[in-house]
């Protein structure tokens, strides 16, 4: 299968390009700095020129709300119209777990933006919902982050490995387009508070401060916000083996 991925050198895009190409399929990883650029549609005819799938895991380059709406807007506008043209059988685009639950975020709407797009353009479409990742934790942390107390709500999460997150996007490439959405998590639930201390240095980890009214991302949080429902396809790397890897040197 020819497939071509938006945002193809970023930690999702570079893990999945490798699944992908292990698989025997033709895989060109684009992004801006291979010369296409989702935003300018830069590029964009030439790489979709022959594709049967289209994977978007594009991200903003800032949060900033303005911002990561117009990149949103114009990235996924682009890349339908783009789509279109090169005859695209499936359009496969990464998105967020509970995003539709964070409305006061200026992120999340952004990404309910995207899917609307998507689910009302002309492609057929599988959008994929993933929870956190274990590899944002320290961003998460950093973002609770307020004079040196890391002051954070015990809501549940189930976060999974970016290794997963690519099966998942790998597994949906090659099946039918749902034109719908499918969630994908992590093996496990844990409040957030605990996943922190878990996953944070010992000096980090004794400045958590558990305040249910603190904002994720500019919205409140509870049991249900970033849960997965009953149907979301589980991956298989643990917390505590991604961890242990995490501690293994490189060679």
Same mark, same amino acid.
């Given at each position: 299968?020819?497939?071509?991925?938006?945002?193809?050198?970023?930690?999702?895009?570079?893990?999945?390009?490798?699944?992908?190409?292990?698989?025997?399929?033709?895989?060109?990883?684009?992004?801006?700095?291979?010369?296409?650029?989702?935003?300018?549609?830069?590029?964009?005819?030439?790489?979709?020129?022959?594709?049967?799938?289209?994977?978007?895991?594009?991200?903003?380059?800032?949060?900033?709300?303005?911002?990561?709406?117009? #990149? /949103?807007?114009?990235?996924?506008?682009?890349?339908?119209?783009?789509? !279109?043209?090169?005859? &695209? +059988?499936?359009?496969? =685009? @990464?998105?967020?777990?509970?995003?539709?639950?964070?409305?006061?975020?200026?992120?999340?709407?952004?990404?309910?933006?995207?899917?609307?797009?998507?689910?009302?353009?002309?492609?057929?479409?599988?959008?994929?919902?993933?929870?956190? #990742? /274990?590899?944002?934790?320290?961003?998460?942390?950093?973002?609770?982050? !307020?004079?040196?107390? &890391? +002051?954070?709500?015990? =809501? @549940?999460?189930?976060?999974?490995?970016?290794?997963?997150?690519?099966?998942?996007?790998?597994?949906?490439?090659?099946?039918?387009?749902?034109?719908?959405?499918?969630?994908?998590?992590?093996?496990?639930?844990?409040?957030?508070?605990?996943?922190?201390?878990?996953?944070?240095?010992?000096?980090?980890?004794?400045?958590?401060?558990?305040?249910?009214?603190?904002?994720?991302?500019?919205?409140?949080?509870?049991?249900?916000?970033?849960?997965?429902?009953?149907?979301?396809?589980?991956?298989?790397?643990?917390?505590?083996?991604?961890?242990?890897?995490?501690?293994?040197?490189?060679?």
């Amino acid at each position: 299968m020819n497939i071509v991925i938006i945002g193809g050198t970023g930690l999702i895009g570079r893990k999945l390009s490798a699944r992908l190409r292990q698989a025997d399929h033709r895989v060109l990883a684009a992004a801006p700095s291979s010369g296409v650029n989702s935003v300018t549609g830069e590029g964009l005819d030439q790489a979709l020129q022959g594709a049967e799938v289209l994977i978007d895991v594009t991200n903003a380059p800032s949060f900033e709300d303005s911002a990561v709406m117009a #990149f /949103f807007r114009a990235s996924t506008g682009k890349l339908l119209r783009a789509g !279109r043209a090169a005859g &695209i +059988r499936h359009y496969v =685009a @990464l998105s967020v777990v509970g995003s539709e639950r964070l409305p006061e975020s200026g992120y999340f709407r952004a990404k309910i933006a995207q899917e609307s797009l998507i689910a009302d353009g002309p492609l057929p479409y599988t959008i994929v919902r993933a929870t956190q #990742f /274990f590899e944002f934790l320290d961003a998460i942390a950093q973002s609770f982050t !307020r004079d040196g107390i &890391i +002051r954070a709500p015990a =809501a @549940l999460l189930q976060p999974m490995a970016a290794d997963d997150v690519a099966a998942a996007l790998a597994r949906v490439a090659v099946e039918p387009p749902l034109n719908g959405l499918r969630e994908v998590a992590g093996p496990a639930p844990f409040r957030l508070t605990d996943l922190l201390r878990k996953a944070l240095p010992a000096p980090a980890a004794a400045r958590i401060v558990q305040d249910d009214d603190a904002l994720y991302f500019g919205d409140r949080i509870d049991d249900t916000t970033l849960m997965p429902g009953a149907q979301a396809r589980l991956g298989t790397l643990s917390l505590e083996s991604w961890l242990a890897a995490q501690a293994v040197p490189a060679h």
